[in-house]
């Protein structure tokens, strides 16, 4: 627990700091486009799925690609909440969203 705190560094509220979680996500994903289209003629997914101990479901999602020069790019898509069942259709469904919302589908050939 913080008992005093610097003036030179004003505390953000929570509208602020959603606000520049998002602005970040925004570039990132800009950012990451760019990597994409430049160092990538396809992509491989890997998922993992888990329970918390609160009973909420959870998916991570990375993906994976090298470049024309051997370099190995590993990138989390997301980590985020999923609704139960994880029965293969709901899996697939929930990354074809995903991967649509990022809208880089000629990356992709199998899912």
Known sequence: MMITVDSAFPISSN???KKEIN??????????????KNTCRSASLTTDL????????????????????????DCLLCMERMQYPHTGTNI???LKKKWLNLDWKE?????
């Open 15 to 17: 509208k602020r700091i």
């Open 23 to 36: 602005i970040g996500y925004k570039n990132a994903t800009e950012e990451l486009k760019i990597l994409l």
């Open 50 to 73: 888990w329970t918390a101990k609160s009973k909420y479901r959870y998916i991570g999602v990375i993906l994976h690609w090298l470049s024309e020069d051997f370099k190995v790019y």
């Open 92 to 94: 697939v469904s929930f």
């Open 107 to 111: 990356k992709l050939h199998v899912l």
